[in-house]
């Protein structure tokens, strides 16, 4: 007991020796917070930007996506060498939240809170960004071009903050339903899908074109690296047609688990599980168990609506192989590093519509007010505005055959709900000389 | 049917599995009474080390040999410099080191290695066979998965049976005290134990990997359903663990195949609880009853 | 209750704790001016305590503020851990699974847009829902020992999150289940711009209220321990068979210790879900209830000083030791592993060298310096 009531006694006499300490502290702060009024703006000052990101660079989900902020990088050192965006430097700062919802609210809050970023840019995943999608729009954070096709970013009305990119998901799947239904109108259609938002939005979309033909839909966990029981029923379901959409390890699962069932259906895989390098480079290890290249892939139907690594003429990507060649780090180009870059490009033509002096709100109404006539590597445009916050409009449909892909259809252009499916109209856009986008006309 | 066949085959491919690291389990409780929940990260760990060495250009076979060899070595050392220590002292000592173990392995494989998934190649045919047109999920992977965990159990078995080593094994796990009068190296027959057991649990470790994707965690699951297959067969009890092994690969399969896989790790949950509380003493107990 | 005949036993397990005699000091003055009860001077402390909370609070920035809300949850969750296995003698590795029940019980009550029921109304039902299922496992839990106990609560930290997959209409799946964050009250932030003239911001309030949450348990455990549970409880870890024999129903008392333990959790699992925004079966993965079973060894089992200790470093060692492997030339990535390497190996070297954790140390030394001086000592009572 005595020695209970020792420790109490000095816990006290800490404790009161603090209080007394603070109590001056106190008493000689100005109470009237003068000079805090104006606060300045977050994350940016006259000579810098700083932006933050989070991804999965370990885990289920890395293969791949760990490559997207490595091309963000590069571009933005390519932009920085050029003398950055009126005078500003642009600071990117990416952090892993290893595909893990969890992680991502606390790696979002260090962005936030201890490193201070103007805004975040293309935070990555379903299930994970819409875990800090609240949190940033109650902050007041622009939450730029999420990397991520799915609905929720394009909710104006109640995340003004948050702006989608990529094609999403539901249009990816209308397109992929409609090419299914009118290339392939006796298939029984599998559907093979991410159990979040990613493979919901999916479904959605396919099955508006193809809800008669879908004889299974099964659905996987990201982190259970066990697909067999899927693939198992899909084949038993008599699917011999199946749609992925699905993360680019669970190609690579799937393709392996299909090898060992004999199981050989027409696959497509949506845009985001297809890189065929990447599944490639997965399945290719696999040599001795008799898959000797990635010829798995083979015949594989897919989506695109950036260009890729497959095609060294186009101009965009020789623009990217430049800025990868003087800016990147170890590896190659990538599709990946095509596309952090294409973001960061876009981000880079949001930071010029918004001015000489950005402010978070600046930045947001520029993107709404201008977001729409963006031109870059993307093959449809925008669909910024005040009341919409949905990215890239449309895909081609392509087919993966000896590691590059071929056309299967020209740009297929349409809208969430049931906007029609129509070709794209519109010339391509060229990359600007300097490749640093222009400001856009004021208004 | 179809689906049944194949839910079946899976099964029993991964019972294998199961059963391998259920004997490891069990060869180092009977020699120290501590259940090694670092046995996964171990197994993790050399085939990380196997992984490297099949990407240096070597054969899969010189992989698994560098992984059984590596196992062996892993498993003395550990019980050398962090298990003796702990051995006979509170249960929840050993049991904390072991979790330990399990952490930092990982981490340490993670800094190693590096976190991505990556594949791991197999050194059979992963394409399943046809039989009369049927497609069946069993690959000539899979046979060699049984086959190899059959020929360990049949060398484990002859070892303890028909060697003085494998006696002198015996008596140090069955009696400390009399073994050491009779002139047995109690503590080199312990370390040797756990050698045998981590290089199985290497073996284990390896054939999961086989034609599939390694990460740092990629045993965590198994450490579960390994330990539940070993509570069923009786800690004790090799020939329980085999089986035990056996029957949580075929039950888990029938739960993911027809319920979800989502499911399986419940499932894994029930049978150890209920196993526990109906039949402590598992299936293949010698003893009457055991304090659980 | 017939647990009257308990007192022998306990008495006799709860001996070696008192140690040394009252000396005359400076501190005898304090000592006598102390309320006399056990649950006044732990009051006391407490209250001592939140004045420092207080001070901490105001004085650090938000991020500082926010690392301190994630503490607390920690601290909260561990501080019931360790009177679970350093107390009773019980090891949980399911620890993280009854955070999760707790977390997605406030997830849930709390709806979408934070409309449903008053935070502190949740955190009760959250803690009662999952003392709940604490009962239920630690029924079956009472009848297992060591290895078993640790294997079988393992299987239910790997289980639990596949639940929230299975039932993902109402528990949201993979991609979990989003928490409301709590609107500050007026009436508080009024408060505390009266003592400190600053603004609350969320990640404030939120500490406040983990620190908040975290002192009344602490409170509670306390006087759990110092009274005649905490002496039974440590009775039946030391010798079975003795307490069995004076009387104590074992199975009946360990349930009791990991309902309490269960209780803990959930109110830890409320607090982070309101902090993290999310209940998501990824924050409940086993390397949570590894991390709160470090925290606890590495504090010194059975301590609540130790348990708050260990939970500072869970929050604030990796930082530090990502920094320094960075600028030992690994990758992010890499570095960010250092820390699970760190507390794997610390977690090893404990047991080995020093089991009684770092508070088990500090009394160590303090009672060896204790009996080496004779006199009174000024050092001291700085």
């Given at each position: 007991m005595t020695r209970r009531s020792r420790r109490s006694a000095l816990a006290a006499a800490a404790v009161a020796a603090a209080v007394v300490l603070s109590a001056c502290g106190a008493g000689g702060r100005p109470d009237g917070g003068s000079g805090t009024d104006a606060a300045p703006a977050v994350g940016i000052t006259d000579t810098s930007v700083k932006i933050g990101a989070h991804f999965p660079l370990t885990g289920v989900a890395a293969p791949g996506y760990s490559e997207i902020p490595t091309g963000a990088k590069a571009y933005f050192d390519f932009?920085?060498?050029?003398?950055?965006?009126?005078?500003?430097?642009?600071d990117y700062v990416f952090r892993d939240d290893a595909y893990n919802p969890t992680q991502t609210s606390q790696v979002?809050?260090?962005?936030?809170?201890?490193?201070?970023?103007?805004?975040l840019l293309g935070g990555l995943g379903t299930p994970t960004h819409s875990a800090v999608l609240d949190y940033l729009n109650s902050e007041g954070v622009p939450d730029l071009f999420v990397s991520s096709g799915s609905l929720l970013w394009d909710q104006p009305a109640k995340n003004p903050q948050t702006f989608g990119w990529q094609p999403d998901y539901e249009i990816e799947g209308k397109i992929v339903g409609q090419?299914?239904?009118?290339?392939?109108?006796?298939?029984?259609?599998?559907?093979?899908?991410?159990?979040?938002?990613?493979?919901?939005?999916?479904?959605?979309?396919?099955?508006?074109?193809?809800?008669?033909?879908?004889v299974a839909a099964e659905r996987y966990t990201p982190g259970n690296t066990d697909v067999a029981p899927q693939i198992a029923a899909l084949q038993a379901a008599g699917a011999d047609l199946v749609i992925g959409f699905n993360v680019p390890s669970y190609t690579a699962l799937s393709q392996l688990q299909s090898l060992r069932l004999n199981y050989k259906p027409q696959w497509i895989y949506s845009n985001v599980g297809s890189d065929p390098g990447l599944v490639g480079s997965l399945l290719a290890r696999f040599s001795e168990g008799a898959v000797t290249d990635a010829g798995l892939l083979d015949g594989v139907i897919?989506?695109?609506?950036?260009?890729?690594?497959?095609?060294?003429d186009d101009p965009w990507v020789q623009l990217f192989q430049r800025v990868w060649d003087e800016h990147g780090g170890d590896g190659e180009l990538t599709n990946y590093r095509i596309y952090g870059m294409s973001q960061a490009y876009t981000f880079v033509q949001a930071l010029q519509a918004a001015g000489a002096d950005p402010t978070r709100e600046s930045i947001v109404a520029a993107v709404e007010r201008s977001g729409a006539q963006f031109q870059g590597p993307w093959v449809a445009p925008f669909r910024y505005s005040a009341d919409r916050h949905a990215g890239v409009s449309g895909v081609e449909v392509a087919r993966i055959t000896g590691g590059t892909t071929e056309s299967l259809t020209p740009v297929l252009v349409t809208d969430n709900g049931d906007a029609p499916i129509t070709e794209a109209t519109g010339e391509p856009a060229a990359p600007p000389a300097n490749g640093i986008p222009a400001a856009p006309p004021a208004g | 049917m179809q689906q049944f066949l194949n839910v079946t085959l899976t099964g029993l491919g991964q019972g294998a599995v199961y059963a391998a690291f259920a004997l490891a389990l069990v060869l180092i409780w009977r020699s120290t009474r501590v259940v090694n929940f670092a046995q996964g990260a171990m197994a993790m760990f050399?085939?990380?080390?196997?992984?490297?060495?099949?990407?240096?250009?070597?054969?899969?076979?010189?992989?698994?040999?560098v992984a059984l060899v590596a196992g062996l070595v892993l498993g003395a050392v550990i019980e050398r410099l962090v298990i003796r220590p702990v051995e006979g002292g509170p249960e929840l000592n050993a049991v904390i080191v072991t979790l330990g173990l399990f952490v930092a392995l990982q981490a340490l494989a993670a800094i190693l290695f590096g976190s991505t998934f990556r594949s791991f190649p197999a050194p059979f045919d992963l394409r399943g066979f046809t039989v009369g047109g049927v497609n069946i999920a069993f690959t000539p992977n899979s046979i060699y998965i049984i086959v190899a965990v059959v020929v360990v159990m049949l060398a484990l078995v002859a070892l303890f049976r028909f060697t003085d080593l494998g006696l002198k094994m015996r008596a140090a796990a069955f009696s400390q005290e009399v073994s050491r009068l009779l002139g047995v190296p109690v503590g080199r027959m312990l370390t040797l134990g756990w050698a045998l057991a981590a290089g199985v649990g290497s073996l284990s470790g390896l054939l999961i990997a086989g034609g599939s994707l390694v990460f740092p965690a990629y045993m965590d699951a198994v450490i579960v359903y390994g330990f539940v297959a070993a509570v069923l067969g009786g800690l004790d009890s090799p020939a329980g663990a085999v089986v035990g092994g056996l029957t949580i690969g075929l039950l888990l399969s029938y739960v993911s195949g027809y319920l979800g896989s989502e499911l399986v790790a419940l499932a894994a949950l029930a049978i150890l609880v209920a196993v526990l509380l109906v039949r402590p003493q598992g299936l293949f107990a010698r003893t009457a009853a055991r304090r659980v | 209750m017939s647990?009257?005949?308990?007192?022998?036993?306990?008495?006799?397990?709860?001996?070696?704790?008192?140690?040394?005699?009252?000396?005359?000091?400076?501190?005898?003055?304090?000592?006598?001016?102390?309320?006399?009860?056990?649950?006044?001077?732990?009051?006391?402390?407490?209250?001592?305590?939140?004045v420092a909370v207080v001070l901490v609070l105001e004085l650090t920035s938000p991020f500082r503020n926010s690392q301190f809300a994630t503490m607390s949850y920690y601290a909260i969750a561990?501080?019931?851990?360790?009177?679970?296995?350093?107390?009773?003698?019980?090891?949980?590795?399911?620890?993280?699974?009854?955070?999760?029940?707790?977390?997605?019980?406030?997830?849930?009550l709390l709806?979408?847009?934070?409309?449903?029921?008053?935070l502190l109304l949740v955190m009760v039902i959250a803690a009662a829902v999952t003392a709940l299922v604490g009962a239920v496992v630690g029924a079956a839990a009472a009848r297992l020992h060591g290895p078993y106990l640790a294997g079988a609560t393992l299987a239910l930290a790997v289980a639990v999150p596949g639940l929230a997959i299975y039932f993902d209409h109402t528990l949201g799946g993979e991609q979990g289940l989003p928490v409301a964050s709590p609107d500050v009250p007026d009436w508080f932030a009024d408060a505390v711009y009266f003592l400190s003239a600053n603004e609350t911001p969320t990640a404030k309030y939120l500490a406040y209220l983990g620190w908040g949450t975290l002192l009344v348990v602490l409170l509670l455990l306390a006087n759990l321990m110092a009274g005649r549970i905490g002496r039974v409880w440590r009775a039946v870890r030391d010798d079975e068979v003795a307490a069995e024999l004076a009387g104590i129903r074992l199975g009946r008392v360990r349930v009791l210790a990991f309902v309490v333990s269960a209780v803990c959790a959930g109110l830890a699992g409320s607090v982070l879900g309101v902090v993290v925004r999310l209940a998501a079966p990824s924050g409940f993965t086993i390397v949570l209830s590894l991390g709160l079973l470090t925290a606890v060894v590495v504090g010194g089992l059975g301590s609540l000083e130790g348990a708050l200790l260990g939970s500072a470093l869970l929050v604030f060692l990796p930082p530090a030791v990502t920094n320094l492997g960075i600028g030992a030339g690994l990758d992010g990535t890499q570095a960010a592993q250092l820390a699970p390497f760190v507390y794997g190996v610390v977690l090893v070297l404990v047991m080995l060298l020093a089991p009684s954790g770092a508070v088990g140390v500090v009394k160590k030394l303090w009672n060896r310096s204790r009996t080496n001086r004779r006199g009174p000592s000024t050092r001291r009572t700085g």
């Open positions: 932009v920085n060498a050029a003398g950055g965006i009126n005078g500003r430097t642009i979002v809050n260090e962005l936030v809170l201890q490193d201070q970023v103007f805004a090419y299914v239904a009118q290339n392939f109108p006796q298939a029984k259609v599998g559907l093979f899908l991410q159990d979040d938002d990613f493979g919901r939005d999916g479904e959605l979309g396919a099955r508006r074109f193809l809800d008669k033909q879908i897919t989506t695109e609506y950036l260009p890729g690594v497959d095609a060294p | 050399t085939t990380y080390l196997a992984l490297t060495v099949i990407e240096g250009g070597q054969s899969y076979w010189v992989g698994l040999v | 647990q009257q005949t308990d007192e022998p036993a306990a008495a006799q397990a709860s001996s070696p704790v008192a140690t040394g005699a009252p000396r005359p000091g400076p501190l005898a003055a304090v000592r006598r001016r102390l309320p006399r009860s056990t649950f006044g001077r732990h009051a006391l402390v407490v209250l001592l305590a939140l561990a501080a019931g851990l360790t009177v679970l296995t350093g107390l009773n003698g019980q090891i949980s590795l399911g620890h993280g699974a009854l955070m999760a029940v707790g977390a997605y019980t406030t997830g849930l709806g979408d847009d934070g409309t449903g029921l008053p």
